[in-house]
């Protein structure tokens, strides 16, 4: 049995009990969160989070692309969210990514690159940066950074 076939018989047992139907597509707590896609941040329970609570966003390094401004554009314009909560963590595989040995594995890059950084605090401050200064979102008020520690569980804000 593959790793697929087990969360699909996951899946049919949470149907099973399943009563949130009615939950409304707008966030309850009227937030967006983008964090990196790595498997050691849990965010709905790191950060108390139910169903409907949030929207969440997952990329590798939780970087702020083009794509990432696309989907807060539309959550703010047409599901009423107001703030943005980006998470980075320690231990991330992007500080220090070689891009061109990257793209040399790979044979082409992204349009926008592979999102390595070098400095992590400073990646956080460029993503809040970045949503602040975007054109087209509704709310660029309430965007705020944080960094999360792997080892500790912790999380403390990038100021």
Do not use: W
Not at 33 to 61: I, K, P, W
Not at 144 to 158: A, H, N, Q, S
């Amino acid at each position: 049995m593959s790793s697929i076939d087990d969360l699909l018989a996951n899946a049919e047992r949470y149907a099973e009990t399943f009563d949130k139907g009615d939950a409304q597509a707008p966030p309850a707590r009227k937030v967006v969160v983008l964090a990196c896609m790595d498997a050691r941040l849990q965010l709905s329970e790191l950060l108390g989070l139910e169903l409907g609570d949030a929207h969440m966003l997952r990329n590798g390094g939780g970087v702020v692309t083009e794509d990432v401004l696309r989907s807060i554009g539309i959550s703010q314009r047409r599901l009423a969210t107001e703030e943005v909560m980006i998470v980075q963590h320690t231990s991330c595989g992007l500080i220090g990514l070689d891009e061109a040995a990257l793209e040399a594995e790979i044979g082409q890059r992204p349009a926008e690159g592979f999102g390595g950084f070098d400095d992590l605090e400073a990646s956080v401050r460029y993503g809040v940066r970045r949503i602040r200064e975007s054109d087209y979102l509704v709310r660029t008020d309430k965007v705020r950074g944080f960094i999360y520690d792997v080892k500790t569980g912790r999380l403390r804000e990038v100021t």
